[in-house]
Nanobody
Framework: QVQLVESGGGLVQAGGSLRLSCAASGRYFSVLNMGWFRQAPGKERAFVAT????????IYDDSVQGRFTISRDNAKNTVYLQMSSLKPEDTAVYYC???????????????WGQGTQVTVSS
């Protein structure tokens, strides 16, 4: 089991940027694919992006394509989500998660962090 801790959330104006971090414990981080999800009030948890264990491959949801960038540093056991051109509709709690698969279904992700709040004001 991998323990995950997200950080970097906060309040930002529309058009601004934030970088989220997800620090992982455990020895298997470098062999796991990682994903970011978000959940807005009253909505289901939604896929944002995923990155392969080596960092070479990524997938983004259409709603964030071109604005968000997922990356990872296996030496630091950390995955990042750089968010730019933020919109009010990006407001949500953001979660990172581990998976051995390669898809956007949260049911296929195993370990989850506690989440970090991102609020974008208009």
């Amino acid at each position: 089991q991998v323990q995950l801790v997200e950080s970097g959330g906060g309040l930002v104006q529309a058009g601004g940027s934030l970088r989220l971090s997800c620090a992982a414990s455990g020895r298997y981080f470098s062999v796991l694919n990682m994903g970011w999800f978000r959940q807005a009030p009253g909505k289901e948890r939604a896929f944002v992006a995923t990155i392969s264990s080596t960092g070479r491959n990524t997938i983004y949801d259409d709603s964030v394509q071109g604005r968000f960038t997922i990356s990872r540093d296996n030496a630091k056991n950390t995955v990042y989500l750089q968010m730019s051109s933020l919109k009010p509709e990006d407001t949500a709690v953001y979660y990172c998660a581990t998976t051995r698969g390669w898809n956007s279904d949260p049911e296929n992700y195993d370990d989850w962090g506690q989440g970090t709040q991102v609020t974008v004001s208009s």
